[in-house]
């Protein structure tokens, strides 16, 4: 079945760092590739998304490019805040049955941003 | 704001006991879709339904079911609870289900069982 791998944390970086979560997958066919972000006390909110290989999703400094060869979808920003603290799931949109789509999410990255 | 809604934010229960989630999709949104997120499973589907049919089944239980009404908000039916079953539970919707539309989230359903 469809599967989610993303780095275990905690990540712990200062504020302005460099942030790279990695995250790969498996999956049959041709997978949508999402990161979602959980700030604490909250629901997931789409972060970014990537429909086919080579796009490239961006939001908020926030990117990750959809990387067929390697089956990986990691997310990158080069200037990280300490709002930016929470945890960041990768997933990816797989067939659930027929025609309908189910999204598997990998176990989530706890990031935290001293200042 | 997703424009998901979830009711309530919280429930506390004994083992034994049923109870009810609710989730009200986006305006527009038909399919409707259920997760449970624990720390020991993490994030998992549980069921899908599309303008009020089910469309597919995740690692739902038996002891859960759902439904999807008329006015397209949905219903999670959790009974014979366990302590197990403790967990926080994610609505999401999306405009038609197809796979690259995104599913937005609501804030969950806190359910502790005691």
């Known amino acids: 079945g469809d599967s989610v791998t993303q780095m275990e944390g905690p990540v712990t970086l200062s504020e302005e760092a460099f942030l790279t979560i990695n995250c790969t997958y498996t999956?049959?066919?041709?997978?949508?590739l999402f990161w979602y972000v959980q700030y604490p006390g909250e629901g997931l909110q789409l972060l970014l998304k990537?429909?086919?290989?080579?796009d490239k999703g961006s939001n908020k400094g926030f990117e990750a490019t959809y990387r067929k060869e390697t089956t990986s979808f990691h997310l990158e920003k080069g200037s990280v805040q300490v709002s930016d603290s929470a945890v960041y799931f990768c997933?990816?949109?797989?067939?659930?049955?027929?025609?309908?789509?189910?999204?598997?999410f990998g176990k989530g990255t706890l990031l935290t941003v001293n200042p | 704001d997703s424009g998901v809604t979830q009711t309530p934010k919280h429930l506390i229960t004994a083992t034994g006991q049923r109870v009810t989630l609710r989730c009200s999709p986006r305006?527009?949104?038909?399919?409707v879709y259920w997760y449970q997120q624990s720390l020991d499973q993490g994030l998992q589907f549980l069921i899908q339904?599309?303008?009020?049919?089910?469309?597919a089944k995740g690692n739902i239980l038996e002891r859960f079911s759902a439904q999807q009404f008329p006015d397209l908000h949905s219903e999670l039916n959790l009974s014979s609870l366990e302590l197990g079953d403790s967990a926080l539970y994610f609505c999401a919707s999306s405009v038609d289900g197809l796979n690259n539309q995104p599913q937005h989230f609501g804030d969950g359903t806190r359910l502790s069982i005691l």
């Open positions: 997933a990816l949109t797989g067939r659930s049955g027929g025609s309908n789509y189910k999204l598997t």
């Open positions: 999956a049959t066919g041709y997978p949508s």
């Open positions: 339904y599309y303008n009020g049919e089910e469309r």
């Open positions: 990537a429909t086919k290989a080579d």
């Open positions: 305006s527009g949104d038909l399919s």
